[in-house]
């Protein structure tokens, strides 16, 4: 049984930090692509940070670049959201997913079949 728990949310004022953490069991391979995704109220889920399990290759959301960065510990397999210099519109749910299918598809453009329950971030003014 596929299971993400994340972990980390919560408020902090604009310039701050925060740090998530998603811890993965189940998998029976240890590649796969995990990621982090966001969903704010009134808007789609979108994506936040992407990374490939081997070799540790990620991508980010352009609003998101040089501010955020995911990592992944491959003894725990759990993966990382190191998120500073945070600002009010990076309020959302933040959602760990993961992916394991077989196919040649850049983590970044995957459809991720796992998810974690969510967790809140706030960023005051």
């Known amino acids: 049984q596929v299971q993400l728990v994340e972990s980390g949310g919560g408020s902090v004022q604009t310039g701050g930090s925060l740090r998530l953490s998603c811890v993965a069991s189940?998998?029976?391979?240890?590649?796969?692509?995990m990621g982090w995704f966001r969903q704010a109220p009134g808007n789609e889920r979108e994506r936040v940070a992407v990374i490939r399990t081997a070799g540790g290759t990620t991508a980010y959301a352009d609003s998101v670049n040089g501010r955020f960065t995911i990592s992944h510990d491959n003894a725990k397999d759990t993966v990382y959201l190191q998120m500073n210099s945070l600002k009010p519109e990076d309020t959302a749910i933040y959602y760990c997913?993961?992916?394991?299918?077989?196919?040649?598809?850049?983590?970044?453009?995957?459809?991720?079949?796992?998810w974690g329950q969510g967790t809140q971030v706030t960023v005051y003014s």
């Open positions: 997913a993961a992916d394991s299918k077989p196919v040649s598809v850049p983590c970044w453009g995957r459809r991720y079949d796992n």
């Open positions: 189940g998998y029976t391979y240890a590649s796969k692509c």
